[in-house]
């Protein structure tokens, strides 16, 4: 399951215009990665939630070439991690599942971990990675999961056996674990885990050395990755465009006598005329950068029509 069902509040302005997994990211979204990696593992289905700008997830997916069941399920009202998870449980067909937050990306060997997850023998278990500023999760010396966020911090003050580590955003579920939560509504899947905890039935953690691992939950993560993507190997992580600092989609247009520098992405249809100048800018799909126009440090978002000049803004179409 990917989740993709949330409001994106820390990509705002961004996911004013898209949900956060359908948020271009060097020439494709999360959501895509996510989904290729998962039918290339051989995944008996994926399954979606959504829920802000549903009908965008729905006709993306529609696009896609599936060889696995792909399946959107749309939330009338936000139902949260937990929620969302209960929601497609009748798509598993009692079968043990993965759960993958729609705004991280990471070369995790899934398939390989959920055989790891099955011979354990554990109800649950999360991937887990030193990252320090994301370091919330305690983690025993047995490996076993005691404490989320503060009470994970007041543990590994009081005790010598606790380290503290960051969560991927990668679970491993067997349906037991939340088949107890009532349908169609809003559960906390954190909540779960923590009553797990207080009833002696502890996560347990999961390790894949070497994991490269990022976040884009906000406007600064996301400028990060462009930047990153731009100087890793070629092929790196599959469909995204790494090692390219400029990109441009086969559909867009750019004037011979348009000067870019840094990274540059170019989306689909969008077209950059005469004398303009872009540095560090991301472009999706539909945009018109009228001639003269000199953009730095920019995201601009579908469809707007920019002149003139800007620096470290984003630029979003205006609304009624």
Known sequence: MILAAGLGTRLRPLTYVRPKALVPVSGTTVLRFWFEQLQAMSFGGVVVNAFHYPNQILAEIDRWRANIPLEVRVEE????????????????????????NGDIVCDAPLQKLAQRFLRLGEDLVLLLHDCPAFNNV??????????????ALSLARDRTDIRLQAFTGIHFIKPRVIQHL?????????????QRIAEGRPPRALWSPGLFWREMGSIEAYWALHREFSSLPTGFLIPFQTG??????????????AD?????????????????????????????????????????????????????????????
Do not use: K
């Open 77 to 100: 009202e936000l139902l949260g991690t937990g929620g969302g998870i209960r929601n497609m449980l009748d798509f598993c067909n009692g079968e043990p599942f993965v759960v993958v």
């Open 138 to 151: 305690a983690v025993d010396a047995g490996g076993q999961i005691l404490g989320f966020g503060e009470e």
């Open 182 to 194: 009532s349908v169609g509504r809003p559960h906390d899947i954190v909540a779960v885990y923590r």
């Open 244 to 257: 390219q600092p400029l990109w441009r989609d086969p559909t867009a247009v750019v004037s011979s006598d």
């Open 260 to 320: 870019l520098a840094g990274v540059v992405m170019v989306g689909a249809q969008s077209r950059v005329m005469d004398g303009c100048r872009l540095e560090d800018v991301v472009l999706w799909d539909d945009v018109m950068v009228e001639p003269g126009t000199v953009l730095r440090n920019c995201v601009v978002a579908d469809g707007v029509i920019c002149s003139g000049y800007h620096e470290g803004q984003i630029l979003v179409e205006e609304t009624s």
